[in-house]
């Protein structure tokens, strides 16, 4: 299963971003608590355009956060009429360009654009790829009982369940356990 590379990018960049959450971070922190930490971020997922370093872009990121968050738990429909929202909102206009090292892709937005607003139009742009192939289903939370990770399943046989392989270990170990106790 393999959507276009720059989709796959921005999807990753979705589930990094929403397992900063403290319902899905390994800390069980929020790892996005501050600017320093947005920043560290960005120094791993850059982003071009504007960005302000400041307590304002700080909580509209995290809006963005829990926004994604629950499109992508959405059936098809449902992430339909979310999508649409963010391209409305935005008054999105796709457009090509080529930057950096990065060859033709798309971008939707203006590169004064609030940061938030670029992360949304960015991961909108991306599930519109998702809904055309029918394959929100790939699109799931982590099956681990205490975690609320988001994980993207791009595996052939589409059985991926954990968010990470600390999960399904964990997993793996308590199912070991419980069976032995049957035992
Ligand atoms: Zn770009
Ligand atoms: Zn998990």
């Given at each position: 299963m393999r959507f276009a590379p720059d989709t796959e990018e921005s999807l990753l960049f979705v589930v990094t971003l929403c397992n900063t959450d403290p319902s899905a971070s390994r800390s069980g922190?929020?790892?996005?608590?501050t600017v320093g930490q947005l920043k560290e971020l960005l120094d791993r997922y850059p982003f071009t355009g504007r960005i302000d370093h400041d307590e304002a872009e700080l909580r509209d990121v995290h809006r963005t956060r829990a926004l994604l968050r629950h499109v992508w738990t959405l059936d098809r429909d449902d992430a339909v009429v979310a999508v649409n929202k963010i391209l409305r909102d935005a008054k999105a206009l796709p457009h090509l360009v080529r930057h950096d090292s990065q060859d033709w892709h798309m971008h939707?937005?203006?590169?004064?654009?609030?940061l938030g607003e670029r992360i949304r139009v960015e991961a909108a742009l991306a599930l519109i790829d998702v809904i055309r192939m029918d394959e929100?289903?790939?699109l799931r939370i982590c099956a681990a009982d205490d975690c609320a990770g988001l994980l993207l399943d791009l595996s052939r046989n589409g059985l991926k369940r954990f968010c990470s392989v600390r999960c399904g270990n964990r997993m793996n170990m308590i199912a070991f356990r419980e069976r032995r106790a049957d035992r």
């Open positions: 922190a929020d790892e996005v608590a939707a937005t203006e590169p004064g654009s609030p929100m289903d790939r």
